[in-house]
């Protein structure tokens, strides 16, 4: 017996608490690199249970008399059902309490929410919501409703509904750094590495990386002998 004190290699649980505290690190530090929100009119259905994200574009969503759509200006990093929902309640009943039916064409309640000075581009300041009821003819879609009762509507190239009631004046779907009120296109901050993981975390990573090492070659050189 030579007397020499041999270290015992960290175990497989501590290789993989390791490896998780590297993931965990990682996690948060990647994501962060390439938030981004984006400026959008989300498009929702009302019920009796309220706001429903719509599954479909307005010009593909034929609504029935009674239905209720809603409209709300977000800035979002979600195009779907976690975006933000219209602040206003999806009535039916009071919205078109004073319009009275027609032969021939149906009532929508129409709900539009501008968002707040948060979600507005610069320069420019969202409308207070406002709730109406379009009488429209039985087959009109969605879009051919919200003409009726919130123009000027503004489209891109693509049919993208860029504008409601002339808001906002300009954009549609721009790509805004997460936390910025400002667009930043393809040469904005998340291209210049604005909002990526700060150095004391990559320093930390990079100490993980070392030691889950160290534990993988221990742990092979005594399987080795």
Sequence with gaps: MTGRIRRAPLPAAAVVALLGVLAALLGPAA???HAADYRYWSFWKG???GWAF???????NVPADGAVDGWRFVLSPDGGQDAPRPS??????AICANTAPDGG????AVVLDFGTGKDAPNGEKPAEARSVCASVPTAANSAEVLAAVAAPLRYDSGGLLCAIAGYPRAGCGEQVAAGSDSATGSGGPADKGDGGPAVGVIAGVGVVVLLGAGALWQARRRRTR
């Design 54 to 60: 719509q599954q479909v574009g307005p010009t593909g």
């Design 105 to 108: 064409h149906k009532r929508v």
């Design 88 to 93: 206003l309640p999806a009535d039916f009943a």
């Design 47 to 49: 019920g009796a249970d």
């Design 31 to 33: 994501g962060s690199a």
